[in-house]
């Protein structure tokens, strides 16, 4: 059974900043693995897709890597601005059936 | 991009009365959809794939006499919880599988709160 582990739960950091969010799977025949993020109330944004055969994916300041052998995944934001704050999480795919396993999601706060 | 709805976004209700949420593919067509809960400050747990045309598969814990699922057209997915209880007061997301021949993944509606009183 696929677990998913995010760490940190919690990151606090000053605006401008670097950050590196960290996502692990336990079992590495991925499908794809997708980053989200979700407002407090709100639903699922989906911010990167990476299929089993990439190794990162790219939006704007948001850089997604993936290794598959090590069972990792990391998001990396860039100068990081307060309307980042939010909960990201990351969902593995073990088939192109679709389900997803989620982690616990990380919870960003990005003060000004 | 593939658009998701789901109806109400936030409903109210009364113990032992049933709700029934909807989610629609709007611009594409979907064969499978999942149903997933989210209980306050934790992740998304997977209840069931709802295939059109046939049965729910429910994953393991979730009753599926409690919560029903039918997908009667390529477009869309009902959930209904029967007799609603406090207990199950959760945000409900649905996500939705193109139907493409191919390889794709699955499109997040903007979810359902439920709270029972």
């Known amino acids: 059974k696929q677990e998913v582990t995010q760490i940190p739960a919690a990151l606090s950091v000053p605006e401008g900043e670097n950050l590196v969010l960290n996502c692990s799977f336990t079992d590495s025949a991925i499908y794809n693995l997708q980053w989200f993020r979700q407002d407090p109330g709100k639903g699922l944004t989906s911010l990167l897709l990476i299929q089993s055969s990439q190794r990162e994916q790219t939006s704007g300041r948001l850089n997604a890597s993936l290794d598959k052998s090590s069972g990792r995944s990391t998001l990396y934001i860039a100068a990081s601005q307060p309307g980042d704050s939010a909960t990201y999480l990351c969902a593995v795919s073990n088939t192109n059936a679709g389900k997803s396993t989620f982690g616990d999601g990380t919870t960003l706060t990005v003060k000004p | 991009g593939a658009v998701v709805s789901q109806h109400p976004s936030r409903v109210i209700c009364k113990s032992g009365t049933s709700v029934k949420i909807e989610c629609r593919s709007l611009d594409f067509q979907a064969t499978t959809m999942f149903w997933y809960r989210q209980f306050p400050k934790q992740s998304l747990m997977l209840m069931a794939t709802?295939?059109?045309?046939?049965?729910?598969?429910?994953e393991q814990g979730v009753e599926k006499d409690k919560f029903l699922i039918n997908h009667a057209s390529l477009t869309l997915s009902t959930l209904t919880v029967t007799s609603a209880h406090p207990e199950d007061s959760s945000f409900y997301i649905c996500s939705a599988l193109p139907w493409r021949g191919g390889t794709d993944t699955q499109y997040f509606g903007p979810g359902t709160r439920l709270t029972v009183l």
């Open positions: 709802s295939n059109e045309g046939s049965k729910a598969t429910y």
